[in-house]
């Protein structure tokens, strides 16, 4: 609670001196600019743990009713995330250092991007272009295999054409039906060190090392 305090402090300040404005909403906090430069992700609070986090095309400032294209993740926005699934929107054009670090259930990507965003770097961690499977639209899967960073994905795949990026992937995984075992059948909280056998909603099973 303390660093999204101290993160939501800095954003204030950082929004009063650039004429900015903040916007909670679903458990993420969004520093809103101008509508050509759009909506930055920046943090997440502490009692956000969904399994599936959907990030939104726009957001909405309630102060003045102006929609924002969310165009960018912050440097550590989602660290330490619970969700297994997330969802990012097509406005999206960049995701910064650490954005998912030690994200460690994280094992499947929506991103309805058509031009694969700037990634830093940094942005994951080296285990997980191994562990998380990346679904991008189809006229886009040439792009995303050949970019230099999003290319590090051992797994990139078409999204399926019927999907839309409201009707994934929340209303389709629980954390109530995605379970995690250990090699010798033990049932656990969550993804724990080693080799993981993960059982999903749509019955699929798949094995994911943690180190």
Sequence with gaps: MKKALL???????????????????????????????????????????VDSLVIPETIVDPEDGVEYPVKKIDEMALHDGVFTVVTLPSSLNYIDEDAFSDCRNLIRIY??????????????????FKNITVRVPKESLD???????????FQIEAIDPTLTHLTTPRMTV?????????LDGRRTSRLQKG?????????????????
């Design 143 to 153: 792009a995303y295999k050949n970019d230099t960073r999003w290319g590090q994905f």
């Design 7 to 49: 993160t939501l402090f800095a954003a204030l300040l950082c929004a009063i001196t650039a004429n900015a404005s903040i916007v909670v909403k679903d458990g993420l906090v969004y520093r809103c600019y101008s509508v050509e430069e759009g909506a930055i992700v920046v943090d997440m609070e502490d009692d956000c743990k």
């Design 174 to 182: 629980t954390t109530a039906n995605t379970h995690y075992y250990s």
């Design 111 to 128: 991103c309805f991007a058509t031009e694969p965003p700037r990634l830093n770097s940094e942005a994951f961690g080296e285990d997980d």
């Design 195 to 211: 080799l993981n056998i993960v059982r999903q909603a749509d019955g699929s099973v798949r094995k994911i090392l943690t180190k």
